[in-house]
């Protein structure tokens, strides 16, 4: 499996960004898909995750209300649109999948992972 991150760029606070997060190869049915974020000298960090049979979304407390995780299953796309961005927002995405449906917040417990893309808020 492949993952295939794209969306970053800058934005003002309060601005919007909506990343995408294209699977490829042979993607297996059961799964979870995640985001994690690096800021600027922190850990990689959870963001959401949501589980790809049943769409159940999960998000971190710091992201709650303001962004939200969906997938398609046709285009087999995670997608996270992110509203109301502050300048904390700002960090490396990454988009992540582990071959099972147990939603876990650790981003060890994910095998397979994109690129990453950059996410600029200015205040």
């Known amino acids: 499996v492949q993952l295939q991150a794209s969306g970053g760029g800058s934005v003002q606070a309060r601005g919007s960004l909506r990343l995408s997060c294209a699977a490829s190869g042979r993607p297996f049915s059961n799964r979870v898909m995640g985001w994690f974020r690096r800021a600027p000298g922190k850990e990689r960090e959870f963001v959401a995750a949501?589980?790809?049979?049943?769409?159940?979304?999960y998000y971190a407390d710091s992201v709650k209300g303001r962004f939200t995780i969906s997938r398609d299953n046709a285009e087999n796309t995670v997608y996270l649109q992110m509203n109301s961005l502050k300048p904390e927002d700002t960090a490396v995405y990454y988009c992540?999948?582990?071959?099972?449906?147990?939603?876990?917040?650790?981003?060890?417990?994910?095998?397979?992972w994109g690129q990453g893309t950059e996410v600029t808020v200015s205040s």
């Open positions: 992540a999948a582990r071959p099972t449906s147990i939603v876990y917040f650790q981003p060890n417990q994910y095998g397979y």
């Open positions: 949501i589980t790809w049979s049943a769409g159940t979304p």
